[in-house]
């Protein structure tokens, strides 16, 4: 392979991490409104740590496909993959007024890349790769 096409592998395999991503993490989220809307007895102060628990596995998935794309370089690839979902997180928190910088904040920061990294890690360790063209 020449060093394009690795580049628009690695590229490419970036994309389909994060909106996997970002995918699981929709799809979570519209279970945890489901679980609260029909129990209406649990307490709200949970849900900040719940959404960070919901934004590590979608991370993680994300990190896992992006790695089984590439096959090789899954540390880099998962924390690659962990900071585009956090930014994009982020900057859809900002637009929408609902989120501010602060410690959740940070946390979410690590959460997502260690998630990104543990999912990158776990990806590249499998035996075959995934073939994207």
Request: glycine share 12%; net charge positive; proline share 2%.
């Amino acid at each position: 392979m020449s060093i394009s096409s690795d580049r628009r592998l690695y590229i490419k395999a970036v994309l389909i991490g994060v909106f996997v991503s970002v995918a699981v993490i929709a799809i979570l989220m519209c279970i945890l409104c489901a679980v609260f809307l029909s129990i209406s007895k649990l307490p709200h102060d949970y849900l900040p740590y719940l959404l960070l628990i919901i934004d590590g596995v979608g991370v993680f998935v994300g990190a896992y496909a992006c790695a089984r794309i590439t096959g090789e370089r899954g540390l880099v690839m998962g924390l690659i993959c962990g900071a585009l979902v956090f930014l994009s997180l982020v900057i859809a928190g900002m637009t929408s007024g609902t989120d501010t910088i602060g410690l959740l904040t940070l946390l979410r920061a690590a959460v997502t890349l260690l998630c990104g990294t543990l999912g990158g890690i776990k990806g590249v360790n499998r035996k075959e790769k995934i073939h994207i063209k």
